[in-house]
């Protein structure tokens, strides 16, 4: 990980730019720092003391810049300076600099007290660097960020052929809204009084929102999110867009690799320019706590990333995507979904509590493969409930944020699923294989959208399981196999009419890209080890 930071084929021209400018800024606080201190030395002790204060400011220039440079760069380089951190919120982003900074003037002061012969620094001008650094560096990218908004507000306008109507945040666009979770927060937002828009491609038919078709305020239009056309015909007159369009799920992602990095990446950055280029002010996305791949901690919204799946790689790019495109007018919010049960206008069985429990009613068997791994569940229901709490909330305070969605109290490892839907359907045998090919494992802080949003979940995983198994017993399911009610076995529609559009390198080069670790962050009163998103497969 450390060695892909300076491996020459990720330096993109930009980016030695913005490194040769950290440099300069550097080596420009160090020499009015050590400039400032010779005067003031000059002043006390008079111009005969002069020779020898030169010999000592020239050394201290000569030898310690590059020593300076030597440390602060590459530290820079590791906590994210030229990657991530350029689209943290102004906040984060003031702490990581002035960690960073902190950090190399440590290691440079330390050095320099032990080799004072080498490279003396004065205590006095070691301060004044580190101050004045503080200062440019910090300053220098507010100064972008004002310049991007003061002198660029022409890309703000609306597209060519666009129509800005008058609007009063009461008109949203559900992109992938006949979905699994959409079908469970369409009838949310039409109760709530919302004009949606809904664009989808329709692959299990109209039955998920077959009770909201015919309502007033419900607009329907089937079409493919990835034609751009069409995405620009359904921002009109838009003021919220949630994304919940994809190809969700590890293994579904695996069957076509270009057609995942299309529909999931390339397909959100077009939106997501139409959108803001249309006057859309929000735009919620649907990301995954698979994110977080493999880690033994508690894991919040600023934990490192540990994708193991292209699925994972696919939503933590289109979250930066959507970051860097960020400004005042338009303001992305990102939802980690966490592992989702339960049932909706569309159901699913290739989710691990609603496979078990399946299994378990129509085989007499629960196989868990492995057992230790840890999964945050959520309902899908609660899902859609975090998505209607990130619509209603003030602007303000979700401008640029992300989520998970979820609960503390819900996450279990597998054995325990097996083991509380055994206790439901006693007549049932566990059966534990070997670990299997799924290496994730996370446990995941909800405290942030609960603080935030006021989010508390109605489903418990043991009401989830009641809730399969009831459908099981009322005759509604015939048979769990079927292929509308598993992703990997549905993307084979997918795969008759598409129309794959070359890939390109920037998607290719964020799929690949490394995940370094994010810096701590406070929840609730305490510091964490944070960042994450959503998952959908056993």
């Known amino acids: ?43 006390m002790a008079g111009a005969g003391s002069q020779p020898q204060l030169m010999d000592t400011f020239f050394r201290s220039f000569i ?40 950090t190399g003037y440590l290691v440079f ?9 080498v490279f003396p620094v004065p205590r006095a001008a070691l301060l004044s660097a580190w101050l004045i650094s503080l200062v440019l560096l910090i300053g220098a990218r507010f100064w972008s960020k004002i310049w991007e908004r003061v002198a660029l507000h022409s890309e703000q306008r609306p597209l060519a052929g666009t129509v800005r109507t008058a609007r009063d945040g009461r008109t949203i666009l559900v992109i992938g809204g006949a979905g699994y979770i959409g079908s469970a927060l369409l009838p949310m937002l039409l109760e709530r009084g919302y004009r949606v828009r809904l664009l989808d491609l329709l692959l299990f038919g109209t039955e998920p929102i077959k009770g909201c078709l015919g309502h007033p305020n419900l607009e329907l239009i089937r079409a493919d999110f990835r034609n751009v056309d069409q995405a620009v015909k359904a921002m009109r007159g838009i003021d919220t867009v949630i994304h919940l369009g994809a190809i ?13 990095i299309e529909v ?5 950055r077009m939106l997501a320019e139409v959108a803001r280029g249309s006057g859309v002010e929000r735009f919620i996305f649907a990301s995954t706590c698979s994110v977080y791949g493999a880690s033994d901690e508690v894991l919040n919204e600023c934990s490192a990333l540990n994708p193991v799946s292209l699925y994972a790689r696919s939503k933590i790019a289109s979250e930066r995507v959507l970051l860097e495109l960020a400004s005042e007018s338009f303001a992305p919010v990102i939802l980690r979904f966490g592992t989702v049960y339960g049932f909706s206008g569309r159901n699913r069985f290739d989710l691990v509590i609603n496979l078990l429990t399946a299994k378990a009613i129509t085989e007499g068997k629960i196989t868990v493969f ?11 229901e609660d899902a859609a409930l975090g998505v209607f709490h990130a619509l209603e909330a003030p602007l303000a305070v979700v401008r640029n944020e992300i989520f998970n969605v979820g609960s503390n109290r819900q996450n279990y490892t597998i054995r325990q699923i097996g083991e509380l839907i055994h206790s439901l359907v006693p007549g049932a045998e566990i059966i534990e294989q070997g670990s299997g090919s799924d290496r994730r494992n996370y446990r995941v802080n909800f405290d942030k959208i609960h603080r935030m949003l006021g989010y508390v979940p109605r489903w418990t995983v043991e009401a989830g399981i009641r809730q399969v198994i009831a459908a099981f017993e009322r005759g509604e399911i015939e048979d769990y196999r079927d292929a509308r009610y598993c992703n990997t076995k549905s993307i084979t529609q997918v795969l008759q009419i598409r129309s794959i559009q070359p890939v390109n390198g920037w998607a290719k080069e964020l799929i690949n890209a490394q995940y370094e670790p994010e810096p701590a962050r406070v929840v609730n009163g305490a510091p964490g080890k944070e960042r994450a998103v959503e998952l959908a497969a056993t």
């Open 370 to 380: 492995g057992g230790d791994q840890w999964r945050p569940f959520v309902h899908v």
């Open 63 to 102: 030898i310690g810049l590059p020593v300076l440079l030597f440390i602060c760069l590459p530290i820079f380089a590791l906590v994210g300076f030229y990657t991530r951190n350029r689209a943290y919120a102004s906040r984060y982003k003031v702490l990581v600099i002035a960690q960073a900074v902190s």
């Open 248 to 260: 969700v799920g590890d293994p579904a992602c695996a069957i076509d690799e270009d057609l995942t």
């Open 1 to 43: 990980m450390v060695g892909s930071l300076f491996d020459v084929r990720h330096w993109r021209p930009e980016i030695v730019v913005r490194v040769i400018a950290d440099g300069l800024m550097l080596a420009g606080a160090y020499l009015l720092a050590l400039t400032l201190e010779f005067e003031w030395f000059v002043l």
């Open 109 to 117: 002061g330390f050095l320099s007290y032990l080799l004072p012969q």
């Open 264 to 268: 999931n990446l390339m397909a959100t």
